[in-house]
């Protein structure tokens, strides 16, 4: 059985350990959340602060060229490229997430219609993080398209036919931590005739991504969760390149001309990535969101995602044996998929009968611990298949093996106790 | 004539003086930019390393709750309905202005399509700022309506009959500075069926706004412009209760919906004015557009809106004034409207033959000196109609009146001693 010393043993050799001291942690904290936000890098505070009192406040206006703001969403689009597998000039950072899948979803339906007419099919899973759904549900309306949902992966492959115009997946599943075989599924999805769209929220800074690798054709993506960029910083958005210059996206606002200064009646758009800018970009949050990537960008010379990708698997796979092992008895089921290829980078519990209802209370009463995760209540109608979940996202940045160990210990006195029908009831849903 | 004593003077008795304390600006700087990027307020820094440095570095995901992130953008919006006649609760900051605009006329030519039927006309003013009208192009190529557009004001009235979905103007003209009279503008659209969408990105703390009281029917507006928000700031927008709750925005983002963390498949948009957001709030960003927009309450207990009006009234006349008497023999001519009532808080110049193409050096020359304006391309098919233009904008709330004598008197030497030949052509379009 593995101790706690074995765990500052595996810290003490873990080469990736230093990074941590990029981030600012409130002492005595085990944060387990960064899959919903990311942790404070150190840098970020005199960046703003830098932006705010000499780029704005001294040198006003004339930043927009001699601080290089407006060039902004492109010098960070290129650092994030190179976490996903995309090329220098494919990536842009803008808006949201959901305003970014707006746009792609509008740009592949609208290449299916010109380039195959009849397919009139977008497909999802029911479990897919709901804005992804409402998105696509607005733009099924629009374009006269039908969303079918599927409730779980393996159903997928019945829908690749030739009605079938998009297929919309977020890589790694919010609630359980699941992962798609990018590659596999895609060219899967492209053999039936159809077009791939990636939401990379819980992948970006967490997975090894390669999305030319993958061939892939659209993808989306989140800056506050693994990327660090603060609470709700902008998003990403990239395009293959051989779809990157088709048609507009609908949200054709003036940073995405291909001449904005020229102020021009008639739209135009930018070649490339750069049209899936839309309006002037918000820059103190997007500067933070630099800063954000930056804390990933220094593991490269330590192996980048690819090490910090075993370190991930290392600290969930810890996580999830420590917590059948010690809390088993206690109720606890592991619910994200046990097989390594399968899962991003955080691990899923749910509480057997008669905890069925405690999930929440217990997350509370590891919060007033200092042990950081979140709870995502499950479907009344069929909690057998979506079950109350407490959820533990590990960020191998700033996230070690005596967390780990921590973070079970005190879920293991906790349920021992029962002092989760004493937790403070403070802390209502927190954002994903 | 005025002398520099007299405005020395005038600024001695000008009660709203004071609130110019509220900002951070460079020593020795005119900044008459405020229409393109708002000043910084002292306040914004700390606020915003208190959101960083607490909120987020300390306690982290809980500030959705515990720090109000989750309620900015309606709190932050009632503070700017106070400022455009909008009750609490009807406006919030969110995106972008060109997303926002996306939005609203979204709505607005859903609504026509369910109540008046044939109507596919959208009319605006080939003037508009660029994101307005690109962003209509897109809409209309969606909703197969036609986009219209004027050469001047008074050609609007012809095109207000039973073809006419949507008059979509900007209240203020981001080159000129022309004002649209919004409540009699209005009334002639809704009197032939339309609906009206409103632009109040040089409007909003610039001039009064009263929409409840003109009975507009959609707004929004700009967050880093006369609200001081910092460069790129979330936008707001603005929909008349009667519509508000009729159909849905297609931008369908999870924050929109009537019950975002039930995490339901199916979207069901929150009623009235929030389901105008759409992801997850930029926060460093909205955080700061707070700041912004205190800078303009603090002025209510001195008379307000109307009192920052009255002010502004004087100082455009004032620059006006000083600028043909002084320069009109050096080739200025002043291209604003000279009544009050038809003009913003900007005042635009143009240069006379042989001078005509000097334009771009003269404001380079006069931002050697400190003073900061923007120039703005003409057309060149058709410069007697859509000149070269120097564009100063005057903020009261840190403009005064010998600052306007001293920027006059900069613009005196720059063409009498010709020093705009020398100029060093180092500054790229600003962003508007």
Chains 1, 2 share one sequence.
Not at 109 to 134: C, H, M, Q
Not at 203 to 230: E, H, M, Q, R
Request: overall charge negative; aromatic content about 8%; hydrophobic content about 45%.
């Amino acid at each position: 059985m593995t101790t706690r010393n074995d765990c500052l043993a595996l810290d003490a050799a873990d080469p990736l350990a230093r990074l941590k001291d990029q981030f600012s942690l409130p002492d005595g904290v085990i944060y387990l959340d960064g899959n919903s936000l990311g942790a404070m890098p150190k840098a970020t505070a005199a960046r703003v602060q830098q932006v705010i009192a000499q780029e704005w406040g001294q040198d006003l206006i004339k930043s927009w060229n001699t601080a290089g703001w407006m060039d902004l969403p492109s010098r960070i689009g290129d650092k994030i490229g190179r976490l996903i597998g995309a090329r220098p000039g494919e990536v842009i950072v803008a808006d949201s997430t959901s305003l970014n899948l707006f746009k792609v979803l509008s740009a592949a339906l609208r290449i299916v219609k010109a380039d195959r007419p009849g397919r009139t099919v977008i497909v999802s899973e029911r479990s897919n993080f709901p804005t992804d759904l409402y998105i696509a549900e607005s733009l099924a309306e629009q374009y006269g398209a039908t969303l079918t949902l599927v409730d779980s992966a393996a159903e997928i492959p019945a829908h690749l036919n030739d009605s079938l115009a998009v297929l919309m997946l977020t890589e790694v599943n919010y609630r359980t931590g699941a992962r798609h075989d990018m590659r596999a599924v895609t060219a899967a999805a492209q053999a039936a005739g159809a077009l791939t769209v990636w939401d990379l929220a819980h992948s970006a800074g967490a997975v090894p991504v390669d999305l030319n690798g993958a061939n892939a054709d659209f993808a989306i993506g989140c800056g506050y969760k693994y990327l660090n960029g603060g609470p709700g910083a902008p998003a990403f958005v990239w395009a293959h390149p051989r779809h990157a210059d088709r048609f507009w996206q609908p949200l054709s606002g003036w940073l995405g001309h291909a001449a904005p200064f020229q102020f021009s009646a008639r739209y135009q758009p930018a070649a490339g990535i750069k049209r899936y800018i839309c309006g002037t970009p918000a820059i103190l949050s997007t500067a933070a969101l630099e800063c954000g990537v930056d804390t990933l960008l220094a593991a490269e010379p330590l192996g980048g995602m690819t090490a910090l990708r075993e370190k991930s698997l290392a600290l969930t796979d810890l996580f999830a044996r420590l917590a059948e092992e010690r809390c088993g008895t206690l109720g606890v089921t592991v619910v994200s998929p046990r097989d390594a290829a399968s899962r991003g980078s955080q691990v899923c519990l749910a509480l057997n009968d008669p905890l069925t209802e405690a999930g929440y209370a217990v997350i509370q009463a590891l919060i007033e611990r200092g042990v950081i995760g979140d709870f995502r209540a499950g479907d009344p109608a069929r909690l057998d298949q979506v079950p109350h979940i407490l959820r533990f996202g590990f960020t191998p940045l700033y996230v070690g093996f005596a967390d780990v160990w921590d973070a079970v210990e005190h879920l293991h006195q906790v349920l021992s106790t029962e002092q989760w029908r004493q937790a403070r009831f403070n802390q209502k849903a927190a954002v994903t």
